[in-house]
């Protein structure tokens, strides 16, 4: 059987949901997906009081929703509730392990407004969406930094430091999308004021340096070491091969947090390799357009289209698939919690390596003619033709073979 195959006939796309169009601006629940497990209400019922968490109280007692999706066809549209206690507007993202690993918020600041200081003792990454800012950053010892944001401007939340938002425009609001490991520091410590008022500094993560966002950083491989990164939009890529299809990538470090991400682009006309991880990795479109595909082992695909500003969530070792159909190159940021990295022995993340030895990524060699077949109806659509022969023959020259 190949690794790689479904029916186009079975094949579901997304601005689609049981046969009604969804909204641009809405999101795909996790139950919509298929083989979820669903089991009767009296099972549920049995295990009620496991499914509520301290996180899950701390996110109602702010007087957030939460979106329980996989899917969010675009975070500038997402509609918000007022934050009193932050002084903005949010919602919270969770996905299908947001509970041990990682969740997802969006917060928005009216103009010429701040938000509330804040400290916690947990880690956050952030990407600014739209607008202009500041933040400020100060440890316990009094020692202050304070840097400029905007579009596309990506950092973290050194652990535990009093962190206040501000939006620099008098016209226009500012909006970001954070990630962080919440939820498995609330459950732990079930105790909110512990996590938010703790007054301790860890003087390795952030000791009052000035030049700390300023943008420096060290390049390890494929590894950036930095606490800040202005542009994300139009950061320079590294050569990534192994990934498919000529296309860039670039891994980030920031504040020295167990919170990683990256950044891949790929060409016009081309798409990635296949390939499932460990769960929690937001997957936030930054240009481009296509689709993406997203299965369980053993189940049909099913069709995400995506835009700039459409985040995607894989759940837990999903396989999925990213396509340009575009008329520009496509770039996305993931966002991830390292904790549920699946490495081999020499530190290679599964998900770089062909499941012919064992990793978790699917060779173009093993995919179905359907998969290129959907592709190129859908570069037909836009007036383009596949740019992946190159590819396909380039792998076939360290192909591993097959067990």
């Given amino acids: 059987m190949s690794y790689y195959c479904y029916h186009s006939s079975i094949l579901k796309t997304y601005f689609y949901l049981a046969g009604e169009p969804v909204h641009y601006a809405t999101t795909l629940p996790r139950h919509a997906m298929s083989k979820d497990a669903i089991v009767s209400d009296d099972l549920a019922k049995k295990f009620a009081k496991e ?6 109280k701390w996110v109602r007692d702010e007087g957030l929703d939460i979106i329980d999706a996989l899917y969010v066809k675009n975070l500038n549209h997402v509609e918000l509730k007022p934050w009193s206690r932050r002084g903005g507007s949010g919602i919270y993202i969770n996905h299908d392990a947001s509970r041990t690993t990682n969740d997802c918020y969006v917060c928005e600041i009216a103009p010429g407004k701040k938000l509330e200081p804040q400290s916690q ?7 600014i969406l739209s607008g202009y800012g500041k933040t400020t950053v100060k440890n316990f010892a009094g020692q202050e930094v304070e840097f400029e944001w905007g579009p596309g401007a990506l950092f973290a939340i050194p652990l535990n430091t009093i962190h206040q938002h501000f939006n620099l425009s008098g016209s226009e609001p500012t909006r970001y999308v954070a990630v962080t490991n919440a ?3 609330l459950n732990t410590y079930g105790d909110p004021g512990f996590v938010f008022n703790t007054r301790y500094d860890f003087p390795e993560r952030f ?7 300023a943008g420096k950083g060290e390049q390890k491989g494929l590894l950036l070491e930095t606490n800040f990164v202005p542009d994300g939009v139009n950061l320079p890529l590294i050569e990534a091969k192994e990934r498919g299809a000529g296309g860039g990538h670039i891994r980030f470090n920031f504040a020295k947090s167990s919170l990683n991400s990256h950044i891949s682009q790929f060409p016009i006309g081309t798409y990635k390799k296949a390939h499932a991880h460990g769960p929690g990795a937001h997957v936030i479109i930054l240009s481009g357009s296509g689709y993406s595909l997203m299965w369980p082992e053993g189940a049909e695909p099913e069709r ?3 835009e700039v500003g459409t985040m995607i969530v894989p759940p837990n070792m999903w396989y999925h698939q990213h396509f340009n159909t575009g008329t ?10 390292e904790g549920v990295a699946i490495r081999n022995t020499q530190g290679v993340p599964k998900a770089w390596i ?13 995919e179905t003619q359907e998969v290129r077949d959907l592709f190129e109806q859908a570069l037909a659509k836009n ?6 022969t190159g590819a396909y023959e380039k792998e076939l020259e360290d192909l591993p073979p097959k067990s």
């Fill in 304 to 306: 995400f289209d995506w």
């Fill in 121 to 127: 003792l947990f880690e956050e990454t952030i990407m």
């Fill in 183 to 185: 939820p498995p520091i």
């Fill in 383 to 388: 007036g383009l033709i596949t740019q992946m």
């Fill in 207 to 213: 000791n009052g340096d000035p030049e700390f966002f």
């Fill in 354 to 366: 062909s499941k012919r030895i064992g990793g978790h990524q699917i060779d173009y060699a093993d």
């Fill in 51 to 56: 499914k509520d968490t301290p996180y899950l």
């Fill in 328 to 337: 520009t190159p496509a770039r996305y940021l993931a966002f991830k919690y």
